[in-house]
């Protein structure tokens, strides 16, 4: 039986939970996962992975794996008003030879990259998957950290524990003093409906962004490039929104999508709103960022989006979980022994990455200016990826995400 020190609880198990369990595994941990969620695999939005990332999963020996289940998204096209596009943004080759595109290297929906993460997880006898359980309280000790699950009430102990339980984490809350949990969440004036339609021919290979006045737009990707029978969608509601803040059901939620998005014009107003009737893993969210003053206290650590979410207009979201949960992983198998100094280190590691990622253009304002209140703002957004489309001028920058400037460590993972 492994003792409190070798055991450690992850609470949540997407991305950064089941890739943190897959590496403290290997440094010879026993790790216990705690996913609030009965459906183990939530179809969710698509995500990217890039940049250093793309090594991470490399080195897990699942790069294969992931791009097999890619979504076969080859570009980006701009909608008018009945639905046609007036502007495509593909790919191309440069004169080096090198492919450019507005897509990242892998585009893949987070069921599908979560399930591949968690499966390469549970390869190891290390790792234990408890589904529907979550966490209702953490007591720290200067030796460890006891957790209450809210499903059964039974307390265990745990060397150090891992938030990784994204945006509105959770263990933050139980874990960090209430002033630096308040302060840390900044709302961006925007809220989107994900959710999945029925398959259309003209749903693939490109992206279709459809935008209407007062901050509205609809975006539809293709899911996947093997049996595309669903597509993606999301509602986006650019502006303030005091119902939506405050709003936690569905139904109420659908209800006010609806009125907001009920003269969208064209085909595509029609589809979505009835797609989203009767969609049954339509979930909302507020575009935000976490801004966090220190990403661990105690023996209690985040990582990914309960850390330092940088919102979904970055791009990066899967990709720092992805990382941080690497490094924070080789960090705490480098020493042990000395919890607070890896925690140290891995911040120390990351933060500068981190705000580069969480950098928003032009004052942050770039989702309000890309989502125009008014008629003429729609047009002049139309005008502007027209012409981009039609000079080819996007084909002479690289827009692909790089490394940001950051080298991934190489760390030994020995088991204990």
């Known amino acids: 039986m492994a003792t409190t020190f070798q055991k450690v609880l992850i609470v949540g198990g997407g991305p950064a939970g089941a890739t943190t369990a897959y590496w403290l595994a290997q440094a010879g941990f026993h790790i216990t996962v705690a996913e609030r969620s009965t459906d ?9 992975v890039t940049g250093p990332a793309v090594q991470v999963v490399q080195k897990m020996g699942i790069y294969d794996q992931i791009k097999s289940k890619v979504t076969g998204e080859a570009g980006f096209a701009i909608l008018n008003d009945q639905g046609k596009a007036i502007a495509i943004l593909g790919t191309a080759t440069n004169e080096n030879g090198k492919g450019l595109s507005l897509t990242q290297e892998i585009e893949i929906m987070r069921g599908d990259i979560t399930q591949i993460l968690a499966n390469k997880a549970k390869e190891s006898d290390r790792v234990t998957y408890r589904y529907g359980c979550t966490v209702s309280e953490l007591r720290q000790s200067d030796s460890h950290v006891t957790a209450i699950f809210a499903n059964t009430e039974a307390t265990e102990d745990f060397s150090f524990v891992v938030g990784a339980d994204g945006l509105l984490s959770r263990t933050r809350k139980m874990a960090f003093p209430p002033p630096m949990v308040e302060a840390c969440y900044k709302g961006l004036d925007q809220y989107t409906a994900f959710f999945s339609l029925h398959h259309q021919p003209e749903d693939a290979p490109n992206a279709r962004l459809q935008q209407a ?11 996947s490039l093997a ?6 969608c999301y509602m986006i509601d650019t502006g303030k929104s005091p119902a939506l803040a405050k709003t936690q059901s569905v139904e109420e939620q659908k209800s006010l999508f609806a009125e907001r998005f009920r003269d969208f014009p064209g085909e595509t107003g029609r589809r979505v709103l009835e797609g989203m009737w009767e969609a049954k893993d339509f979930y909302c969210a507020q575009s935000a960022q976490i801004k966090l003053e220190k990403w661990s206290q105690g023996r209690v650590v985040l990582v990914g989006d309960a850390a330092y979410c940088p919102s979904p207009a970055s791009g990066m979201g899967t990709v720092l979980a992805i990382i941080g949960s690497y490094v924070l992983a080789g960090e705490i198998a480098a020493d042990p022994q000395d919890l607070g100094a890896a925690f140290e280190r891995y911040e120390e590691r990351l933060r500068k990455y981190v705000e580069r990622a969480q950098y928003i253009p032009l004052g942050g304002l770039l989702p309000k200016i890309g989502n125009p209140q008014s008629w003429v703002g729609v047009q002049a957004i139309r005008f502007v990826f027209w012409f981009i489309a039609w000079t080819g001028v996007w084909k002479l920058f690289n827009v692909k995400q790089g490394d940001g ?12």
């Open 405 to 416: 400037g950051f080298e991934l460590p190489d760390y030994k993972f020995e088991r204990r």
């Open 213 to 223: 006045v007062r901050g509205r737009a609809v975006l539809i990707r293709p899911t």
């Open 40 to 48: 183990k695999f939530a179809y969710g939005q698509g995500i990217d």
């Open 227 to 232: 049996s595309p029978s669903k597509s993606s």
